[in-house]
């Protein structure tokens, strides 16, 4: 049975380089057979706003695409999500607006490893 | 082999009302109770975390959310808040602190850290 990382991502998708690392980790992790989840919170949900371009940045986002498209789960905080005036059809295809007690304890409840991203 | 978590610990490094840190790692924390699937979660204050656990906290004067509500909705759902009292002491002397909070040393928190299956810091 395949081992599960969850990502816990609460930085924004251009604050810092903290979301570039962990698409890449999230498809290294995909190259070796991990099922992969992401979980944004607090200023993490901006990683699944659909449009974003970044011009000479890389873009999350499409990132975020390809890896939901390999198998990857990419789920955000809808309470975050509100607070920031995003809402459902906003974001990316693959990923999904949802919450705490829903998403994100079933993730933790299932995760054989949790790496958190925030600063 | 693995196994899969049943406990999670909520590390609370930030003041409570500069940033939102600290008022979302205890909602994080309240609704991994809530949900029922995670047997144990816990929060764990150090550094200048451990002032979320100041008793006379009154955060109405800066209409933000009270971090004291979240920490008793906690005890509520029987979640256990642990603050580190020698990081407490250090930044503002021996103050009462909210109840059902825990005091414990740095050599108990490392057990508590120990104890948990996952760890996320906030």
């Known amino acids: 049975m395949p081992k599960t990382l969850l990502i816990h991502l609460r930085s924004g998708s251009m604050m810092n ?3 570039n690392c962990a698409v890449k980790l999230m498809s290294a992790a995909l190259d070796k057979g991990y099922n992969v989840r992401l979980f944004g919170y607090g200023e993490g949900v901006t990683v699944i706003k659909e449009g974003q371009d970044p011009k000479r940045f890389p ?3 499409n990132e975020l695409k390809k890896l939901a498209e390999r198998g990857a789960t990419v789920v955000v905080c809808g309470t975050c999500c509100a ?16 919450s705490l007690t829903n998403h994100l304890s079933k993730f933790v409840s299932e995760a054989d490893r949790m790496i958190t991203f925030a600063r | 082999m693995i196994k899969m978590a049943d ?35 816990s929060v764990l204050l150090v550094g200048d975390g451990t ?9 109405t004067a800066i209409g933000m959310p009270s971090n004291a509500e979240a920490i008793s909705d906690l005890a ?24 059902g909070v825990k005091k414990v040393t ?15 810091t906030f």
């Open chain 1, 17 to 19: 380089m903290d979301s």
């Open chain 1, 59 to 61: 873009n999350v986002g």
């Open chain 1, 83 to 98: 607070a920031r005036g995003i809402h459902r059809g906003e974001e990316i295809q693959g990923s999904e607006i949802g």
């Open chain 2, 7 to 41: 406990s999670i610990l909520i590390l609370c490094t930030r003041a409570p009302y500069g940033t939102e840190e600290g008022f979302a790692g205890l909602r994080l924390s309240l609704a991994m109770l809530a949900s029922g699937l995670v047997g144990r979660s």
């Open chain 2, 51 to 59: 002032l979320n656990a100041v008793a006379t906290q009154e955060p």
């Open chain 2, 76 to 99: 509520d759902f029987e979640g256990e808040v642990f603050v580190v009292e020698e990081d407490l002491k250090s930044r503002v002397g021996d103050v009462p602190v909210l109840e």
């Open chain 2, 106 to 120: 740095w050599d108990q928190a490392r057990t508590i850290i120990k104890d948990h299956a996952l760890v996320t």
